[in-house]
Nanobody
Framework: QVQLVESGGGLVQAGGSLGLSCAAS????????MGWFRQAPGKEREFVAA????????YYADSVKGRFTISRDRAKNTVYLQMNRLKPEDTAVYYC?????????????????WGQGTQVTVSS
């Protein structure tokens, strides 16, 4: 079992920055990938970014590439999402996920464990 707890959400103006953290407890297998997804009201959950726990390989949605950075600290069992140049369309609940999605790192249903989510609101 893996428990995930997100933190760091809040309200920020467009163009600003915000950092999210996801603290994991339990056993993180070396094959795991950690992902960030988001869901805006009335929309489906969408992929934001992912990072492999072992190598640190990263993957990004086109909509956030160049603005968001995902990283992990294996010693602290924590994954981070640094969000820069935020836009109003980035407004959503952001979820941390963990699992072994293999080649489906951008597919939310391929992940096993989920956090409770943290709200990010970007005002225009």
């Amino acid at each position: 079992q893996v428990q995930l707890v997100e933190s760091g959400g809040g309200l920020v103006q467009a163009g600003g920055s915000l950092g999210l953290s996801c603290a994991a407890s339990g056993r993180i297998f070396i094959t795991y990938t950690m992902g960030w997804f988001r869901q805006a009201p009335g929309k489906e959950r969408e992929f934001v970014a992912a990072i492999s726990w072992s190598r640190g390989s990263t993957y990004y949605a086109d909509s956030v590439k160049g603005r968001f950075t995902i990283s992990r600290d294996r010693a602290k069992n924590t994954v981070y999402l640094q969000m820069n140049r935020l836009k109003p369309e980035d407004t959503a609940v952001y979820y941390c996920a963990a699992g072994d999605p293999k080649e489906y790192a951008s597919t939310w249903s391929a992940y096993t464990y989920w956090g409770q989510g943290t709200q990010v609101t970007v005002s225009s």
